[in-house]
């Protein structure tokens, strides 16, 4: 079974090599193993990077369904909203995070085939979050030194 990477691995501050061979049966057992820990964690979302894996590839659980996407990125997004947001990769730590309300994201599905999917809410959140981890940014980076200082003294009490 794969296992989260600590927030201080360097995996989770690097840019994920895209995915080009959809023949590889492995990538399909890849997917079914980081929903299996992102299940295990009682996550909602998980990136190739917190596992370890230097890929373009994020799972997520939306309305008890299961989903993957393979290179996936955000085309089109629209408003603001502003929530707290945890990450798996830093147990316990919730941060207030502005992010758009409304993204459409292109991907591939395991198949390999081009995908659009509009996503609103907490889904947009969700893939806004991964996609970031895909790109070598960690949600920390996205506040203040000290609002990040302040949350992870709170997160000792």
Do not use: W
């Amino acid at each position: 079974m794969l296992n989260l990477v600590p927030d201080t691995d360097p995996i989770l501050r690097k840019v994920a090599a895209e995915v080009t061979d959809f023949e590889d049966p492995s990538l399909r057992s890849l997917v079914d193993e980081m929903h299996h820990v992102m299940d295990h964690h009682n996550g909602i979302g998980l990136a190739a990077p917190q596992v370890g894996i230097s890929r373009k590839i994020l799972v997520a659980k939306f309305h008890g369904a299961d989903y993957a996407y393979i290179n996936p990125e955000i085309v089109e997004a629209t408003g603001t909203r502003e929530s707290g947001e945890g990450c798996l990769s830093f147990p316990g730590l919730f941060l207030p995070i502005k992010r758009a309300q409304t993204v459409t994201v292109k991907y591939k599905n395991i198949l390999g085939i081009e995908q659009t999917q509009t996503l609103s809410g907490l889904p947009a959140v969700v893939m806004q979050h991964e996609i970031d981890h895909l790109n070598g940014i960690v949600f920390t980076s996205k506040v203040s030194q000290m609002q990040l200082l302040l949350s992870k003294k709170k997160l000792k009490r």
